[in-house]
């Protein structure tokens, strides 16, 4: 029995230790881009200083990972790509449309509301990494907003913010002013404000009524951040009052925090009896 608890106390020691490690490299990374000001990650994602920023995010996304998947089911596991994929395509098609929004980060969010924290932080660093190595190299420096996104959506269904659908967008809105105070350096700082989309425009409006640089990248980020959020976690509440009971078994997280609103085994199991 003492060495069944010695050996569990060494692997959570070691788990939490590859947590705040990870942590601190994701950290560092942004520290890099906003200190360095790294101008040329803008135009290619095979420059030095993209290459620091992919090594740094996924360095960092593996160690979270690492710390954290032994609390993942496997049906977690299989839904990160669907999420990671889900934020590409629509961030994809607001950006080139142009609107003052970003609407990037709802798979994010549904994996951290559904997994937890660690889940949405791994879902959103791989989400900006790839985006950035494919399509957009301006998502890469933006990927530890997607970090910032992922522990305040998990944290908000741990306190139950997702059972009902008006609650969801004040713990967006709050999200979004941490998520607009941290992006604003970067926008300033590596891109200059010019970060695409309809977002621009808006800078360049403050710029041109007297704001600095980056007071123009921050008032941008606090007008557009709250309201993407509060958006992208109203659709996520409404995804989850919409899932079946059957799926939300398939989810500690979930289950355990009532993420769904469902008020213990004898509701869910009178909601299994419905659906068949």
Known sequence: MPHSTNGADSRRARNIAFVILGAL???ATYLYLVIGRPTEIADTSTSHASLIAIGGYVVGAVFL???SIHRLPTTTVALIPVAIAL???VGQI???IGLPVYLDSIGTVLVAALAG????VVT???TNVIWGLTLSPIALPFAVVQVVIGIFAGTAAR????RRFYTAPLAGLVTGVVAAMVSAPIAAFVFGGATGGGTGAIVGAFQAMGQSLLGATTLQGLLSDPVDKAITFTVVALLLIALPARFLQRFPFAREHRVFGRTGPKATQTALAREG
């Open 159 to 162: 306190w139950g913010m997702f």
């Open 94 to 96: 607001v950006s080139v």
């Open 87 to 89: 934020n590409i395509v």
């Open 117 to 120: 924290p660690a889940a949405g």
């Open 124 to 126: 959103g660093i791989l």
């Open 65 to 67: 990972a690492v710390g």
């Open 25 to 27: 490299i994701v950290v």
